[in-house]
């Protein structure tokens, strides 16, 4: 245990927020349910029909085509010939068991089989639009669009600056890894690294994320179309993830490791939700000479959850909160089977009545998560204003040096003492989490306590009591986040 960690005292914790976008509502019924149009084996769409958005698709040379069924398919479509096994895959799944063929996916097929062509066909990047699936999976498509999912993370400026610098961005940083859905479903799930790949490819599926597909993460991004993978949902049942709903094994996106190993990680909501190789050491503290971004990537839930990369003094057990042995881990909570069909909720939001039985009553759960989150807003704030405290007693009255102004240059920071680093680094690691508490409190609690006594050794004067009220500090707190996010695009990855 490191000497600056003493015996913990009882500081204040904080909030919890989401972010809400609605990408348009899809008002289609489920082919689990009464309607929706279901393939036939001779091709045909089916009793519900094609929807409009997806007779939309059809690029110019498909127009006019008609259904041939799936077994023209087989005959290319098969493993041979540097085609992939599709066919066979396909006979394995539930949309084979339902009659949904190539066709109900991909349009009408004869002037493909005429003549195969990228142009005569739905296929990349039409084929990864979510109106596909919103044909049948009504209900689903319509969460979907109604979580962040369905934006553009960032305002889409990770993808726009791959487009532009498709060395860095693209393949240095792989932003598009995790911002663009279009690029993790037919690139990284098929086991291209963004490193390996031309610049061409880079500014094509930049551009096509940005103006056909533009979504942080689709149906094809999670789930796999064609074949089940043995990846089994909350439920038991084999929906097709590209990965597992649960994982304690921390070691891909452990402390300072590369983004080709925290950006695959075999978790379906950690390869994009994870601290991206954070490293909370001093030695990585008092080496951020290129920005002043913190050492972690936006979204370390994952990190939150299994208790790691805070400066927490060491000995902290991973994976010792309850929520992170659970299973399901994110989805458990996160994806509630939700209305008549028992489908998993794609918005992707807690529901209390639904998403914490049976260790909880909802109206357990609803108390237990504003206690901890009032708390924790209370403490990221309290936190905040002792850095800021130290600033102006040592800046004349300036409050910003503790965020290393000036883009972090060595400098400043070499005035800055390691202490109020530490606090730093726990300070935006809680606020970066988002949920202010109920991904793992004990640990939310800890990196709040370690923060305040690291201040405490510089002899950082003791905060006030924060006199605002859960809106309030949850407000005030939103702002920090969007101000921390802008400020993180001026400098760079």
């Given at each position: 245990m490191k000497t600056w960690l003493v015996k913990a005292k009882t500081y204040g914790l904080a909030l919890a927020?989401?972010?809400?976008?609605?990408?348009?509502?899809?008002?289609?019924?489920?082919?689990?349910?009464?309607?929706?149009?279901?393939?036939v084996a001779t091709g045909g769409n089916g009793g519900g029909g094609v929807s409009a958005a997806f007779v939309a698709l059809e690029p110019a040379g498909q127009k006019g085509a008609t259904y041939i069924g799936p077994n023209v398919c087989k005959t290319c479509h098969n493993g041979e010939g540097g085609y992939e096994a599709i066919y066979a895959e396909w006979t394995n799944t539930v949309h084979y068991t339902k009659g949904v063929t190539c066709e109900n996916c991909h349009g009408p097929g004869s002037k493909h089989a005429a003549g195969p062509a990228a142009t005569n066909i739905i296929g990349f990047p039409t084929n990864n639009s979510y109106v596909v699936c919103a044909q049948c999976h009504g209900?689903?498509?319509?969460?979907?669009?109604?979580?962040?999912?369905?934006?553009l993370a960032g305002g889409g400026f990770p993808v726009q600056d791959a487009a532009s610098n498709p060395e860095g961005a693209g393949k240095g940083e792989r932003c598009l890894s995790c911002h663009s859905g279009l690029l993790r479903a037919e690139y990284t799930e098929r086991g291209k690294d963004p490193s390996t790949m031309t610049d061409a490819q880079i500014v094509g599926v930049a551009n096509d994320t940005l103006k056909t597909v533009p979504y942080t993460a689709s149906c094809a991004t999670c789930h796999n179309p064609h074949k089940k993978t043995g990846n089994i949902d909350v439920d038991g049942d084999d929906v097709q993830l590209y990965h597992a709903v649960a994982q304690t094994n921390i070691a891909p996106v452990a402390i300072g490791k590369s983004a080709a190993s925290f950006t695959t990680m075999n978790q379906v909501c950690a390869e994009c939700h994870n601290g991206w190789g954070s490293d909370p050491s001093d030695a990585a503290l008092n080496n951020q000479a290129k920005n002043s971004r913190p050492s972690f990537h936006e979204g370390p839930q994952y990190n939150m959850l299994m208790g790691f990369s805070g400066v927490d003094g060491g000995g902290y057990t991973v994976g010792s909160a309850t929520h992170a042995t659970m299973a399901g881990q994110c989805a458990k909570c996160h994806m509630p089977p939700a209305g008549a069909l028992g489908e998993d909720r794609h918005t992707f939001t807690v529901s209390y009545d639904v998403s914490c039985t049976p260790c909880h009553t909802p109206a357990d759960a609803a108390n237990r998560a504003a206690t901890i989150q009032a708390q924790t807003e209370a403490g990221e704030l309290q936190l905040l204003q002792r850095l800021q405290s130290w600033s102006a007693a040592n800046y004349k009255g300036s409050?910003?040096?503790?965020d290393y102004p000036g883009q972090g240059s060595s400098a400043n920071q070499s005035n800055v003492p390691i202490q109020i680093k530490r606090a730093r680094h726990n300070y935006y690691f809680v606020l970066n989490d988002r949920s202010y508490g109920p991904h793992n409190a004990a640990y939310t609690n800890l990196l709040l306590q370690v923060a305040n006594q690291n201040l405490d050794a510089i002899n950082v004067a003791p905060s006030s009591k924060?006199?605002?009220s859960p809106a309030q500090m949850k407000s005030t707190l939103d702002a920090q986040f969007k101000q921390e996010s802008a400020e993180d695009r001026s400098v760079g990855p």
């Amino acid at each position: 245990m490191k000497t600056w960690l003493v015996k913990a005292k009882t500081y204040g914790l904080a909030l919890a927020s989401s972010v809400m976008l609605v990408a348009g509502a899809v008002a289609l019924v489920s082919c689990a349910g009464s309607g929706g149009p279901i393939g036939v084996a001779t091709g045909g769409n089916g009793g519900g029909g094609v929807s409009a958005a997806f007779v939309a698709l059809e690029p110019a040379g498909q127009k006019g085509a008609t259904y041939i069924g799936p077994n023209v398919c087989k005959t290319c479509h098969n493993g041979e010939g540097g085609y992939e096994a599709i066919y066979a895959e396909w006979t394995n799944t539930v949309h084979y068991t339902k009659g949904v063929t190539c066709e109900n996916c991909h349009g009408p097929g004869s002037k493909h089989a005429a003549g195969p062509a990228a142009t005569n066909i739905i296929g990349f990047p039409t084929n990864n639009s979510y109106v596909v699936c919103a044909q049948c999976h009504g209900q689903i498509a319509t969460d979907w669009s109604n979580s962040p999912h369905a934006q553009l993370a960032g305002g889409g400026f990770p993808v726009q600056d791959a487009a532009s610098n498709p060395e860095g961005a693209g393949k240095g940083e792989r932003c598009l890894s995790c911002h663009s859905g279009l690029l993790r479903a037919e690139y990284t799930e098929r086991g291209k690294d963004p490193s390996t790949m031309t610049d061409a490819q880079i500014v094509g599926v930049a551009n096509d994320t940005l103006k056909t597909v533009p979504y942080t993460a689709s149906c094809a991004t999670c789930h796999n179309p064609h074949k089940k993978t043995g990846n089994i949902d909350v439920d038991g049942d084999d929906v097709q993830l590209y990965h597992a709903v649960a994982q304690t094994n921390i070691a891909p996106v452990a402390i300072g490791k590369s983004a080709a190993s925290f950006t695959t990680m075999n978790q379906v909501c950690a390869e994009c939700h994870n601290g991206w190789g954070s490293d909370p050491s001093d030695a990585a503290l008092n080496n951020q000479a290129k920005n002043s971004r913190p050492s972690f990537h936006e979204g370390p839930q994952y990190n939150m959850l299994m208790g790691f990369s805070g400066v927490d003094g060491g000995g902290y057990t991973v994976g010792s909160a309850t929520h992170a042995t659970m299973a399901g881990q994110c989805a458990k909570c996160h994806m509630p089977p939700a209305g008549a069909l028992g489908e998993d909720r794609h918005t992707f939001t807690v529901s209390y009545d639904v998403s914490c039985t049976p260790c909880h009553t909802p109206a357990d759960a609803a108390n237990r998560a504003a206690t901890i989150q009032a708390q924790t807003e209370a403490g990221e704030l309290q936190l905040l204003q002792r850095l800021q405290s130290w600033s102006a007693a040592n800046y004349k009255g300036s409050t910003v040096q503790w965020d290393y102004p000036g883009q972090g240059s060595s400098a400043n920071q070499s005035n800055v003492p390691i202490q109020i680093k530490r606090a730093r680094h726990n300070y935006y690691f809680v606020l970066n989490d988002r949920s202010y508490g109920p991904h793992n409190a004990a640990y939310t609690n800890l990196l709040l306590q370690v923060a305040n006594q690291n201040l405490d050794a510089i002899n950082v004067a003791p905060s006030s009591k924060v006199d605002m009220s859960p809106a309030q500090m949850k407000s005030t707190l939103d702002a920090q986040f969007k101000q921390e996010s802008a400020e993180d695009r001026s400098v760079g990855p």
